[in-house]
C-alpha cells in the first residue's frame, strides 16, 4: 500500500518543517511519497525543503519507504496547487495536509488498517486543534450521513468535515472531476466531500489522526468568503436547516449523537 500526500505551500516557512516531519515519521508497512506544490515562495520555504531532502537521503529522517519532491512555480491559489500535485498522484491511498497542520504519530498505520480491513473508499479520523496561544483542545469522533454530505449540510449548518484528517482511495478521486476545485479560493474541501458522497459513505474512524493549527491570518479564518463559495452548492431548506441546528444545540448541550453515520473502531 502506498500513502500520496500532497501539500500546497506559500512563504509558511515558519511552519512547513513541522508539517515534514509529521509525514516523514509515519511508520508500517506501506509507501509515503509526500509531494510539495509551492507557489513560488520567497521565504525559507525552500531552503527548508532542500535540506530537509538531504536529511531523508541520509537516511536522518524518513524510512527507506518514504520519498519527498517539490514543484516551485506560480499558480492560482490553494485548490490550483492541489489539483496540480493530484494529476500523477500513484498511490493507494490519497490525501492533502496544509503546511500548517501536521499528523500524528501512528496516523498512517491506522487509517492503513481501516482501508485494509474495511474495504472502505474515504475515511476521516479525529483532528485536534492548536490554539493561537499554543493550547490545544482534543477533537471528538464525528459521524456523517452520507446524504447530508451530499446536500451541504456539514461545514454550513452541521460541524466541518476536517480535511486534515480526511483520508481516500485513488479510485474514488478518478470517479469525479478535480478541475471543478480550481474556481474555489477557500470552500474547494466543502466541494470534494460532495462529489465523494455521490459515490460512496465516508467512515469515521476512532482515531486521533491529525492537528489543525491555528494561526493569524490563515485562509481558514476567512468565514465570510468560506460561506460565500460554499452556500452555492448547498440543497437544503430553511425548514431542514432550523431543524439540523436545533439537532446540532441538543447535540452540543447533551454530548450526545442524534445523527448517525458509518464509523470505524481504531486500535
Not at 136 to 165: C, H, M, N, P, W
Not at 197 to 204: Q, T
Request: proline letters at 2%; a neutral charge.
Amino acid at each position: 500500500m502506498k500513502f500520496y500526500i500532497v501539500t500546497p505551500s506559500y512563504n509558511n516557512g515558519e511552519n512547513i518543517l513541522r508539517c515534514l516531519e509529521s509525514v516523514a515519521i509515519q511508520d508500517g508497512d506501506f509507501e509515503i511519497e509526500h509531494v510539495i506544490v509551492d507557489g513560488g515562495s520567497t521565504d525559507s520555504t525552500l531552503k527548508i525543503l532542500q535540506t530537509f531532502k538531504a536529511l531523508t537521503l541520509s537516511k536522518k529522517v524518513g524510512g527507506k519507504k518514504y520519498s519527498l519532491s517539490w514543484i516551485s512555480e506560480p499558480d492560482d491559489g490553494m485548490y490550483d496547487a492541489i489539483v496540480k500535485g493530484f494529476q500523477n498522484a500513484n498511490g493507494d491511498i490519497l490525501a492533502w495536509i496544509n503546511t500548517d497542520d501536521y499528523y500524528l504519530p501512528g496516523a498512517f498505520q491506522a487509517i492503513s488498517d481501516a482501508f485494509e480491513k474495511e474495504r472502505v473508499k474515504w475515511v476521516t479520523g479525529i483532528s485536534d486543534t492548536e490554539n493561537i496561544d499554543g493550547s490545544f483542545r482534543l477533537g471528538r469522533l464525528r459521524e456523517y450521513r452520507r446524504g447530508l454530505i451530499k446536500k451541504g449540510a456539514y461545514g454550513t449548518v452541521l460541524d466541518y468535515i476536517r480535511q486534515e484528517s480526511v483520508f481516500w482511495t485513488k479510485e474514488l478521486w478518478n470517479k469525479i472531476n478535480p478541475n471543478v476545485l480550481v474556481d474555489y479560493k477557500y470552500a474547494g474541501d466543502f466541494r470534494l466531500w460532495q462529489l465523494f458522497s455521490s459515490y460512496e459513505n465516508l467512515y469515521s474512524l476512532d482515531y486521533h489522526v491529525a492537528v489543525f493549527k491555528k494561526r493569524p491570518g490563515q485562509k481558514s479564518a476567512n468565514q465570510y468568503e468560506y460561506f460565500n463559495e460554499a452556500n452555492k452548492t448547498v440543497y437544503i431548506s430553511e425548514t431542514e436547516k432550523l431543524l439540523l441546528k436545533l439537532i446540532k444545540k441538543v447535540e452540543t448541550l447533551f454530548r450526545i449523537y442524534l445523527i448517525r453515520g458509518p464509523r470505524i473502531n481504531g486500535e
